[in-house]
Nanobody, 118 residues
Framework: QVQLVDSGGGLVQAGGSLKLSCVASGRTFSTYFMGWFRQAPGKEREFVAALVWSGHGESYSDSVKDRFFVSRDKAKNTMYLQMNNLKPEDTAVYYC???????????WGQGTQVTVSS
């Protein structure tokens, strides 16, 4: 099992930027896919971005493409989500997740709140 701790959320004005971090510990050698999800009040959790931890390739939801960028620092076992040009509709709790099978995430962070004011 992988333990994840996400952080970096906060309050920002529309058009601003934030960078989220997700530190992984435990059996990180088994981690293959890592991703970011978000859940806004009254809405279901939705996919934001994902990457292949040990290889190449990132994917993004249409709503964040070209504004959000996912990356990782293998030496620090940390994944990042750089969020630019934030919009009020980006307001949500953001969660990082990890899993060995594409699309199946079985480890989750505790979530970090992102609030974008208009």
């Amino acid at each position: 099992q992988v333990q994840l701790v996400d952080s970096g959320g906060g309050l920002v004005q529309a058009g601003g930027s934030l960078k989220l971090s997700c530190v992984a510990s435990g059996r990180t050698f088994s981690t293959y896919f890592m991703g970011w999800f978000r859940q806004a009040p009254g809405k279901e959790r939705e996919f934001v971005a994902a990457l292949v931890w040990s290889g190449h390739g990132e994917s993004y939801s249409d709503s964040v493409k070209d504004r959000f960028f996912v990356s990782r620092d293998k030496a620090k076992n940390t994944m990042y989500l750089q969020m630019n040009n934030l919009k009020p509709e980006d307001t949500a709790v953001y969660y990082c997740a990890a899993g060995r099978i594409k699309g199946v995430y079985d480890s989750w962070g505790q979530g970090t709140q992102v609030t974008v004011s208009s």
